[in-house]
């Protein structure tokens, strides 16, 4: 698309009295930067363009964590965050039942009152959209370096996902 013949485009945009040797070496030296910066560019504009055919599509997301950060083996997948869980109901006004009450720990035995749990922790969490599981591998063994590659995982998830939408990375 962007095909510039730098000589070519000197010899045109001179007129044409002007087209001696010397003064076509003179442009041609002083558009030297301009080429090197038209070099800089076509890279760049390769990669933006294929930053930009990421979307929130999961099939996409994976491709882009992949092509990010594991581009040879190819290992980071997204799951489905839907689990199936029973909800968990204490007790509904319409049973006219007394209601019931959760207590921390420490006030169910300071007033003497038994402590209700939930039967697991995650009732309580909120749904998250999906997972991105990748493999604990790609961490380095260096705990800073591994933080800092969490955080650029982090962030490259939160420039692509969809907005309100919860995740949650898991390296396995």
């Not at 035995?109 to 209700?116: D, E, I, V």
Request: hydrophobic share 45%; no cysteine.
């Amino acid at each position: 698309m962007y095909n510039l013949d730098f000589p070519a485009l000197v010899r045109q945009l001179l007129p044409a009295l002007l087209r001696r040797d010397r003064l076509l070496a003179l442009a041609t030296a002083a558009l030297a930067p301009v080429r090197d910066l038209y070099a800089q560019l076509l890279p760049y504009q390769a990669d933006v363009r294929r930053e930009l055919s990421y979307n929130a599509q999961v099939i996409l997301f994976e491709k882009a964590l992949n092509d990010h950060f594991d581009s040879g083996l190819r290992r980071i997948r997204i799951d489905s965050g839907v689990v199936d869980r029973l909800p968990f109901y204490l007790n509904f006004i319409r049973e006219q039942q007394a209601p019931k009450y959760t207590y921390a720990q420490a006030y169910a035995q300071a007033n003497q009152k038994p402590p209700l749990y939930p039967r697991t922790a995650g009732i309580y969490s909120f749904p998250v959209g999906f997972i991105v599981r990748a493999p604990a591998a790609l961490l380095p063994a260096d705990a800073e370096a591994a933080r800092v590659l969490k955080a650029q995982v982090e962030a490259f998830i939160q420039r692509l996902k969809l907005a309100g939408t919860r995740h949650q990375t898991l390296y396995i």
